[in-house]
C-alpha cells in the first residue's frame, strides 16, 4: 500500500464546476504539499500546510491531521486549471514521499 | 526573481550513452534536490544537497548517476552509462532549507532509445 494515496486518479468536469482532490496518508507528517504540474513536466508548488486551512485565489486546501487527509478545493473551474495535482507529504524530517496525482480536464 | 533553471529541456540519447544535466537554483537555497519523475508516476528523489553536502543520496543509482554540488550553488546531474530505463523527466528543486517550500525547475525531458 502506497503511504501516500490520491484520489480520483483522473477527473474531468466542465468549466465553472467546483473540484475536490482528496489525499489520505499512512503516517505522521510534519507537512504536506500540493503541487500543480502542467504538461510539459515543470511544478508550481500551491500550498504547504501542517494544520487547518489556506487559500489562494480560487484554491482551498485543507488538512485533518487526525484523520491523515487533505483536500485540494477549486471554486469556479477554468480549463487552464487543467493539469497534475500532487499531494506530497514529509514524514518527520524525512525526504518527501510523492502521490501518483490526479489529471485534471477541465472543459470548456 | 529568478526561478530555479534547468538545462537542456530536451535531451534524446542512445543507449550507453552519457549524458549531464545542469540547475542553478533561486539564489540564496542552502537546499538543492534532483528528482526523476516516470511517466505516470510521482517524483523520486535521487540526490538532496545542503549547500555542498549531499544530505540523501539513498536512492541515487550509484553505478551509474553522479551529481555534484561543488560550490553549493549550481549542480550537475550526470547519468553514465544511460539505460532505456532512464527515460523520464528530471526535476530540479530548491528551497532555502530542508522543510521549506519547493521550487521546480522546468525539468529536463530525457529519451534513451
Known sequence: ?108 | EAGVAQSPRYKIIEKRQSVAFWCNPISGHATLYWYQQILGQGPKLLIQFQNNGVVDDSQLPKDRFSAERLKGVDSTLKIQPAKLEDSAVYLCASSLGTGEKLFFGSGTQLSVL
Open chain 1, 1 to 108: 500500500k502506497n503511504e501516500v494515496e490520491q484520489s480520483p486518479q483522473n477527473l474531468t468536469a466542465q468549466e465553472g464546476e467546483f473540484i475536490t482532490i482528496n489525499c489520505s496518508y499512512s503516517v505522521g507528517i510534519s507537512a504536506l504539499h500540493w503541487l500543480q504540474q502542467h504538461p510539459g513536466g515543470g511544478i508550481v508548488s500551491l500550498f504547504m500546510l501542517s494544520s487547518g486551512k489556506k487559500k489562494h485565489g480560487r484554491l482551498i486546501a485543507t488538512i485533518n491531521i487526525q484523520e491523515k487527509h487533505s483536500s485540494l478545493h477549486i471554486t469556479a473551474s477554468h480549463p487552464r486549471d487543467s493539469a497534475v495535482y500532487i499531494c506530497a507529504v514529509r514524514p518527520g524530517a524525512q525526504k518527501l514521499v510523492f502521490g501518483q496525482g490526479t489529471r485534471l480536464t477541465i472543459n470548456p
